[in-house]
């Protein structure tokens, strides 16, 4: 991998909420790449992305469903999101920060709830208790694990469920996971093919790896949420996703 494009790779890293909000108003910046993607990962992709959501979250297919999306950004998945909702009469929700929603141009049905979930958004929570039959909370999770609380945040989730709602925390990078593939041979030479070379990855075995997520947080939300009542499941990506040899989705149920 060449200086320019390694650096262009850093410049998605330890990104923050405030960091986001710069990246919104950022025109230099495509949709996806203020979103938080490289140009790979995301130009292209929304409709097999959005069909793997869709093989999970069902009643985002349903007229007249409610549908939330908390940390929904202004990429192309919210835009398609957002169409069809407008097909389908639906009652869409996005949350995000000002300055993303600001990027977003919406149908007049869909309502936009500027802030931090769930810090900002007391009033939506009371209000809305009970009410979703799906929630998507797309590529997001682990930025909340560096800057906020994972079962705040997922317990504010799990009050919005409808009985029979889905909630999806999908996209999730999981770094044991992805150790698991660079061991195997498939993903060394998927390494060497990623960057030029012909070094292997180096898998550092028993490693902690402060601010990034592993097998142990999310076995813990799917714990946190079974023993609040609800179903829950680690489920694998569509395996033509970009990332599914790293990244995996945790899908709850409300009974």
Do not use: W
């Amino acid at each position: 991998m060449n200086d320019e494009r390694l650096e262009y790779h850093r410049s998605f890293a330890n990104l923050t909420f405030a960091d986001f909000r710069l990246r919104a108003d950022d025109k230099r910046l495509t949709p996806n790449e203020k979103v938080g993607f490289p140009r790979e990962y995301r130009d292209g992709l929304t409709g097999l992305i959005f069909g793997d959501i869709l093989s999970k979250l069902p009643a985002i297919k349903d007229p007249g469903s409610t549908v939330l999306d908390i940390g929904c950004g202004c990429g192309d998945l919210a835009h398609h999101l957002i169409q069809n909702a407008a097909q389908l009469n639906q009652h869409l929700a996005l949350i995000d920060s000002e300055e993303m929603l600001d990027a977003i141009t919406a149908h007049d049905s869909v309502r936009k709830f500027a802030g931090e979930f769930p810090s900002d958004c007391d009033a939506f929570i009371q209000t809305n208790k009970g009410q979703m039959q799906s929630i998507l909370v797309y590529s997001v999770i682990q930025y909340v694990f560096i800057e906020g609380s994972l079962f705040s945040f997922l317990d504010a989730c799990l009050a919005l469920l409808a009985p029979g709602g889905r909630c999806l925390l999908g996209d999730i990078p999981n770094r044991s996971m992805r150790d698991r593939f660079f061991y195997s041979e498939t993903g060394a030479r998927s390494h060497r093919e990623f960057t030029n070379s012909t070094s292997n990855p180096q898998i550092e075995p028993f490693q902690l790896t402060p601010n990034l997520l592993d097998d142990s947080i999310v076995m813990a939300l799917v714990n946190r949420a079974r023993s609040a009542g609800f179903h829950a499941f680690i489920m694998p990506q569509d395996p033509n996703l970009p990332m599914a040899n790293r990244r995996e989705d945790i899908l709850i149920v409300r009974p």
